[in-house]
């Protein structure tokens, strides 16, 4: 399994896991993934610095080829962004994703938020599984939002809200990298994504549903391009998120879906985690979707808080499908088999 970081720098991330180096970082990832897997990175790359007066990052090629490299590689079954952040999408006409066609078993993608344009492409091609989830730099933000959140509802986890998101980052590190070699090795369980129905109604006789999509704002810059493929809307369902963003913009971001198409040629439409700082989003990107919606077509519009720039998020397998099982008239949930995720042995 090789780690990447093609988006934002790992270094605050570091510095909040208390450690020291790329190096200790990928030997923490090894010991909590075991055995089955050989963690590799490129460290100079997990080491690299930022600055937006320069551009953001000046490592451009070396990111692309460390994507290409591994994606032409056999040995590697997985590649783990460690956090989202910006920079990415610019780098995609450097990587030669033909590449892909000569493996002789499939690799998969983790990651989000910024790395929905590469989970997306390489969740497309027969030989990729491209996942949405959370890379385990998210768990600093994640982790102190949702106690945030829980005690502006109440119902406090602790006295200090930072210390207590502080103490749970190592230990939710290490189970979200057990969960991953549990289920890149076919031993995790069976993932499901309980969504509510907000618009219309799932049609009777849809008994899976494909997704497509991620977060909203990277999503549109595909639009257009030769990667357009890769997100392809036709009868999937659209998958969309996003936080800390003006609900001015993300209209322009809808619009440009539904100026595309991508709304009337759509299965349906599944709302992940949408907020700005403590403001619940969903509901005000519910009613700007009301004008983005096609006319005349009663479109499912349903909703998860388990996807998105929220913790806990579960994983969500693109281009692949899952069962879905109306649990009541305003409950789906969206099923996908253990084996879906299974990287070992698979020719």
């Avoid at 119902?155 to 990298?177: G, K, V």
């Avoid at 709302?271 to 403590?278: A, I, M, P, S, T």
Wanted: glycine share 8%; with cysteine; hydrophobic share 45%.
């Amino acid at each position: 399994m090789h780690l990447i970081a093609p988006a934002g720098v790992c270094g605050p991330f570091l510095t909040k896991l208390e450690c020291d180096t790329p190096e200790a970082l990928v030997a923490m990832v090894q010991r909590a993934i075991g055995p089955t897997f050989t963690v590799t990175a490129d460290v100079e790359l997990l080491a690299a610095m930022e600055d937006e007066s320069r551009g953001g990052r000046t490592d451009d090629t070396g990111r692309a080829a460390d994507i290409q490299a591994v994606l032409a590689d056999d040995e590697v079954v997985a590649l783990l962004a460690i956090r989202g952040g910006a920079w990415l999408t610019r780098i995609l006409p450097h990587i030669d994703f033909s590449v892909l066609g000569a493996r002789r078993r499939r690799v998969a993608v983790w990651g989000f938020s910024e790395l929905t344009t590469l989970v997306n492409i390489v969740g497309h091609h027969p030989n990729g599984l491209g996942v949405y989830d959370m890379g385990p730099a998210f768990l600093a933000y994640g982790l102190r939002h949702y106690a945030q959140m829980a005690r502006l509802e109440g119902t406090p986890l602790a006295d200090d809200d930072a210390a207590w998101a502080r103490e749970r980052l190592r230990p939710e590190f290490d189970a979200f990298h057990r969960n991953l070699g549990a289920m890149l090795h076919g031993d995790g369980e069976a993932v499901e994504i309980s969504a509510r129905i907000e618009r219309g109604a799932v049609p009777s006789g849809c008994s899976t549903a494909s997704f497509v999509g991620g977060n909203l704002t990277v999503l549109s810059t595909l639009v257009g391009t030769p990667f357009e493929p890769a997100i392809d809307p036709d009868g999937k369902w659209l998958l969309l998120e996003d936080y800390n963003d003006k609900p001015e913009r993300l209209d322009r971001f809808l619009s440009h879906l539904s100026l595309a198409g991508y709304f009337r040629r759509s299965a349906g439409v599944l709302l992940g985690d949408f907020h700005f700082g403590e403001r619940d989003l969903l509901p005000t990107i519910l009613a700007i979707l009301d004008y983005h919606l096609p006319a005349g077509r009663s479109l499912p519009v349903l909703s998860t808080r388990q996807i998105g720039h929220t913790w806990p998020m579960t994983p969500l397998p693109v281009h692949t499908p899952a069962e879905v099982i109306v649990t009541d008239e305003d409950r789906v949930r969206f099923v996908f088999s253990p084996h879906v995720f299974a990287m070992i042995d698979v020719e």
